[in-house]
């Protein structure tokens, strides 16, 4: 009881401080008004409402945002591969503008809710184009979906970790808390922000506003925080890493040059275990390399869905 009676206090005050560190981004006016720069349309999916865009024509590329993200990042590069596909963009479930229930959010039950998506929008294979925890999905779907699963972009993403050993795990089963996840985003969301990018602009300065001014309520916030938390949580249980030899379809990796969250040794695992892969490093870009270079991005991207992994060379 005494134990139980000291986790609730430290919570209380955890979020306290939290809700007293935020108090200068409350912008309700924000928080009300703020839409994505390429609109926003719903579609639901059981007891699941998904936010999403579609753009363009022909064969079908589904961007999917990685965590803490949503679609809005990508407003300078779904226009542009627009004009040759058939572009979806989707916010993860429980993440975004998309709906947030109390739900296991394992990565593979997100897996599951993205395929559920795809049926309800008739599409039977798709590319995909995803970012950080988004790659990290893609390459679940490429191995537990691999017939809907044409080609795969991975940026800046995670998925070939060494899976936690015993200490790691019991470790998670004391201390990892749903609630203390969530705070601890809450208050450190603009220095993790700062690092994704390497200069800001106008547009991710809107993003970020829109962003803190959600962080700033915790009661706002508490359900994409759970969600955070869990996909988080489910990242090392969910490790490709002995299975990369699996994934037959075409992969590009992009990586930024000062990628500060998952480095480039991570991209480089990846080229080596992937079958049928290549590695395009984006010069002057951090770990949201499509922000910061979108021109170099798209044209590797592009270069790649058109062409296959022969289309590109390694180091482009």
Same mark, same amino acid.
């Given at each position: 009881m005494a134990r139980l009676f000291v986790c609730w206090f430290s919570l209380v005050l955890c979020a306290g401080c #939290?809700?007293?560190r935020l108090r200068p981004y409350r912008d309700d006016r924000c928080l009300a008004d703020y839409r994505y720069a390429l609109g926003e349309q719903r579609l639901d999916i059981g007891d699941l409402q998904v936010c999403y865009q579609e753009l363009g024509r022909g064969r079908t590329v @589904?961007? *999917?945002?990685?965590?803490? =993200?949503?679609?809005d990042f990508w407003q300078l590069n779904a226009p542009v591969l627009a004009e040759r596909y058939h572009v979806l963009l989707v /916010? @993860?479930?429980g993440l975004g503008k998309s709906a947030k229930p109390d739900a296991p959010y394992d990565l593979l039950w997100m897996c599951a809710q993205i395929i559920a998506f795809l049926d309800a929008k008739g599409v039977d294979e798709t590319s995909v184009i995803g970012g950080s925890l988004g790659g990290h999905l893609g390459l679940l779907l490429a191995l537990h979906y691999p017939q809907r699963i044409e080609k795969l972009v991975l940026m800046g993403s995670p998925g070939a970790w060494e899976p936690p050993g015993p200490a790691l795990r019991l470790a998670f089963l004391l201390f990892w808390h749903d609630a203390l996840v969530t705070d601890y985003v809450r208050w450190r969301w603009p220095f993790l922000y700062q690092h994704m990018f390497r200069r800001q602009t106008?547009? =991710?300065? #809107?993003?970020l506003r829109y962003q803190m001014a959600a962080r700033a309520g915790g009661g706002y916030f508490a359900p994409e925080g759970r969600a955070m938390s869990r996909c988080l949580r489910s990242i090392f /249980?969910?490790?490709?890493? /002995?299975?990369?030899g699996a994934v037959d379809c075409p992969v590009l990796l992009v990586w930024g040059e000062y990628d500060e969250i998952h480095p480039r040794a991570t991209a480089e695992y990846l080229r080596l275990h992937l079958? /049928?892969?290549? *590695? %395009? %490093?984006? &010069?002057d870009a951090g770990h949201e390399a499509m922000v910061d270079q &979108?021109? #170099?991005?798209?044209? #590797?991207? @592009?270069?790649? @869905?058109?062409?296959g992994t022969a289309a590109v060379a390694d180091g482009q």
């Open positions: #939290a809700d007293l @589904l961007i *999917l945002p990685g965590l803490g =993200t949503n679609i /916010d @993860l479930p106008p547009m =991710t300065q #809107a993003i /249980d969910n490790s490709c890493r /002995d299975r990369l079958p /049928d892969s290549r *590695l %395009v %490093v984006i &010069p &979108p021109e #170099a991005f798209n044209r #590797a991207v @592009l270069s790649f @869905l058109d062409g």
